[in-house]
Nanobody, 115 residues
Framework: QVQLVESGGGLVQPGGSLRLSCAAS????????MGWYRQAPGKQREWVAI???????TYRGSVKGRFTISRDNALNTVYLQMNSLKPEDTAVYYC?????????WGQGTQVTVSS
C-alpha cells in the first residue's frame, strides 16, 4: 500500500516562501517520476512540477523560476521550495507519481497566499 503524506503548507504573505515535503511509503519511490500538483477552489487539479528518478525537472510555466522541486531517494521524500509566492498560488498542494495514480492521492497541504 502506497501512502503519500504532504506537509509544510500554511499562510504566507505575497512574496513569501514555503517549503513543502512529501513523504512516501512503499518501495516505489526511488524509481518513479514524482510530481507536485495543486487544486485551487473551483478549479481542476493541475500539475505544478515533476522530477525524474535521475533528478531531471520540469515546471509549469506559471511557477518556473519561482518553484524548485527536489527529491531525496534515501528518505523517500520529495520537496517543493516555493519562493516569490503570489495570491494565485493559493491552493491545496498534493504529491503523486507522474502521471498520477488515483489511489495514491493523499490529503494534501493547504497553501494560502494573502496579505
Amino acid at each position: 500500500q502506497v501512502q503519500l503524506v504532504e506537509s509544510g503548507g500554511g499562510l504566507v504573505q505575497p512574496g513569501g516562501s514555503l517549503r513543502l515535503s512529501c513523504a512516501a511509503s512503499g518501495s516505489i519511490f526511488s524509481t518513479r517520476v514524482m510530481g507536485w500538483y495543486r487544486q485551487a477552489p473551483g478549479k481542476q487539479r493541475e500539475w505544478v512540477a515533476i522530477i525524474t528518478s535521475a533528478g531531471t525537472t520540469t515546471y509549469r510555466g506559471s511557477v518556473k523560476g519561482r518553484f524548485t522541486i527536489s527529491r531525496d531517494n534515501a528518505l523517500n521524500t520529495v520537496y517543493l521550495q516555493m519562493n516569490s509566492l503570489k495570491p494565485e498560488d493559493t491552493a491545496v498542494y498534493y504529491c503523486n507519481v507522474y502521471p498520477s495514480i488515483r489511489d495514491f492521492w493523499g490529503q494534501g497541504t493547504q497553501v494560502t497566499v494573502s496579505s
